[in-house]
């Protein structure tokens, strides 16, 4: 049995009708809608995506993540600190003060860090993506994970494509 190589297709428009033009054709292709990404330096509405389509994002659930880490993380401070001489522990209305506060900071602080990994902000590797100059200059990269075999010919009308390999 030959094992089909995975392969990633870049495409890059110049304009977003160019990009609705190219993902209507992208229904008919072999490539799945849930491996398609859409990179650009404007805004895109969610309008622009093919309808089977299902957008993911980590935010909501490492929000609350954040937000209850951050919780216990300010109860532990408030209440469990070291005596000193005759001073008591701050227990009752105010450690409810410390865990409200404790969740508002974990909650957006957990938030800030995984908008900013889903968009791959912080480069952890040293190797650009291809094309990011073309993102750089305005333009609109699509990408999506397709077998070696499959036919693109939603692509067809893009200024530059290329292939990647994946192991």
């Given amino acids: 049995m030959i094992k089909q190589q995975a ?10 009708p160019q990009v609705r033009r190219a993902l209507k054709h992208f229904g008919a292709d072999n490539a799945e809608a849930n491996n398609l990404e859409i990179r650009s330096m404007i805004p895109l509405s969610e309008n622009l995506l093919p309808n089977a389509t299902k957008l993911r994002s980590r935010v909501p659930l490492l ?7 951050g919780g216990f993380g300010a109860y532990f401070l408030g209440t469990h600190v070291p005596t000193i001489g005759s001073q008591a522990t701050v227990s009752g209305p105010p450690v409810a003060i410390f865990i409200f506060e404790g969740g508002a ?3 957006i602080l957990f938030s800030v860090a995984t908008v900013l990994a889903e968009c ?22 699509v990408s999506v994970d397709t077998n070696e075999d499959a036919i693109n010919d939603w692509a067809a009308g893009a200024m ?8």
């Fill in 120 to 141: 791959s902000m912080p480069r952890l590797r040293w190797k650009p993506d291809p094309f990011d100059h073309h993102i750089a200059a305005g333009r609109i990269v």
């Fill in 160 to 167: 530059a494509t290329e292939v990647l390999h994946r192991d």
């Fill in 7 to 16: 392969t990633r297709l870049y495409a890059v428009f110049d304009e977003l």
């Fill in 105 to 107: 900071l974990g909650a």
């Fill in 63 to 69: 929000a609350i993540l954040g937000g209850v880490l």
